[in-house]
């Protein structure tokens, strides 16, 4: 089995270099081809943890019934599921956020007026509201 994994690791690995030579993307790309297949070992890790037959039984089953019961390992399941695929989009769009450049802020086009503090243009020597020189 641990054979069968690192031959897999190679595989992704050389699949991810063989993409990252071929497409035009950039370089960050490169790594979430390689921690892609780390992502998907956290199964192995865990070892295959499965709490879909967790449940708690309401009622036995009858002859005429089925048996009542909160299936609440489902609920942990699909708990575990959605954290991972959660935390997965919030690194990808964390590292997107972080690539976007930051406009530095617009020249400003007023100034205030020292006398009756109304915004007026910066090329204006007369306030129009208090008429003061500026």
Do not use: H
Request: hydrophobic fraction near 50%; charge should be neutral; charged fraction near 20%.
């Amino acid at each position: 089995m641990r054979s069968l994994l690192k031959v897999e690791e190679l595989l992704m690995f050389l699949l991810g270099v063989y993409f990252f030579s071929l497409l035009d993307y950039s370089w960050w790309w490169f790594f979430g081809l390689i921690l892609t297949p780390d992502i998907g070992m956290l199964g192995y890790l865990m070892g295959n943890v499965d709490f879909s037959t967790l449940a708690i039984i309401l009622k036995e089953k009858t002859a005429e019934a089925e048996a009542v019961t909160i299936k609440y390992g489902l609920f942990i399941n699909t708990l575990i599921d959605f954290i991972i695929i959660a935390f997965a989009i919030f690194m990808v769009v964390n590292q997107m956020n972080k690539l976007k450049k930051v406009e530095p802020p617009a020249d400003p086009t007023t100034k205030p007026c020292p006398k009756c503090f109304t915004d007026i243009p910066i090329k204006a020597t007369r306030c129009p509201n208090c008429t003061a020189e500026i």
